[in-house]
């Protein structure tokens, strides 16, 4: 079974700081890799999709890389804010449409 | 836009009845999800579809039915509900690519069981 890991599980942080939230999975042969926003009692919200032969997607204050020899992608998250509390999850995608989740990092960020 | 589109969006069931999840979608997607959430167990799969008139098995699929007879609906129906059921039900669609790559995946809103 496909295994995606998610670390820290839970992260709290004073707003304006940088951060960086971590997903790893066993299988390199990835189609993509797609990070997730969870607000509680929401749906999820896309944040960024990498295709297996990128390095990097870039939107707004989020940047996500991936590291396919690794097993790895890190979600930055610049000068977070109060709003950016949720939890984030990545979710990769082998075998055309078969999904795999991690179990997510909740994310508090203080005023 | 509407984009995934689930209903109901809360429901309580006694144990023994049934019910239908609908989800609609309107992006044209030939690929459609059903999953729950449960604390501390994740995402799990239920069912998927990757066209009309076609289903199969995810990772937790028993007492769970589906059908998808038009490409933008996708139903989970649930025969005999019983309390391990209780969970939030989530839709999902993403769109084929070239090399039967899915695409970015989204999801609806999501359905809250309570199964008494």
């Known amino acids: 079974k496909q295994e995606v890991t998610q670390i820290p599980a839970a992260l709290s942080v004073p707003e304006g700081e940088n951060l960086v939230l971590n997903c790893s999975f066993t299988?390199?042969?990835?189609?993509?890799l797609q990070w997730f926003r969870q607000d509680p009692g929401k749906g999820l919200t896309s944040l960024l999709l990498?295709?297996?032969?990128?390095r990097e997607q870039t939107s707004g204050r989020l940047n996500a890389s991936l590291d396919k020899s690794s097993g790895r992608s890190t979600l930055y998250i610049a000068a977070s804010q109060p709003g950016d509390s949720a939890t984030y999850l990545c979710?990769?995608?082998?075998?055309?449409?078969?999904?795999?989740f991690g179990s997510g990092t909740k994310l508090n960020v203080k005023p | 836009n509407a984009g995934v589109t689930q209903t109901p969006k809360f429901r309580v069931l006694k144990t023994g009845q049934s019910m239908t999840l609908l989800c609609a979608q309107d992006?044209?997607?030939?690929?459609m999800y059903w999953y729950r959430q449960d604390p501390g167990m994740g995402l799990r799969l239920i069912h998927y579809?990757?066209?009309?008139?076609?289903?199969a098995k995810g990772e937790v699929p028993d007492g769970y039915n589906v059908s998808r007879l038009k490409k933008q609906n996708f139903l989970l129906g649930l025969e005999s509900a019983a309390p391990s059921q209780t969970s939030v039900y989530f839709c999902?669609?993403?769109?084929?690519?070239?090399?039967?790559?899915?695409?970015?995946?989204?999801f609806g809103e999501g359905s809250r069981l309570t199964v008494l």
């Open positions: 579809s990757v066209g009309e008139g076609t289903t």
């Open positions: 979710a990769v995608v082998y075998n055309f449409n078969k999904f795999y």
């Open positions: 992006m044209n997607h030939e690929y």
């Open positions: 990498i295709q297996s032969s990128q």
């Open positions: 999902a669609s993403s769109r084929w690519t070239s090399g039967g790559a899915s695409g970015e995946l989204f």
């Open positions: 299988d390199s042969a990835i189609y993509n």
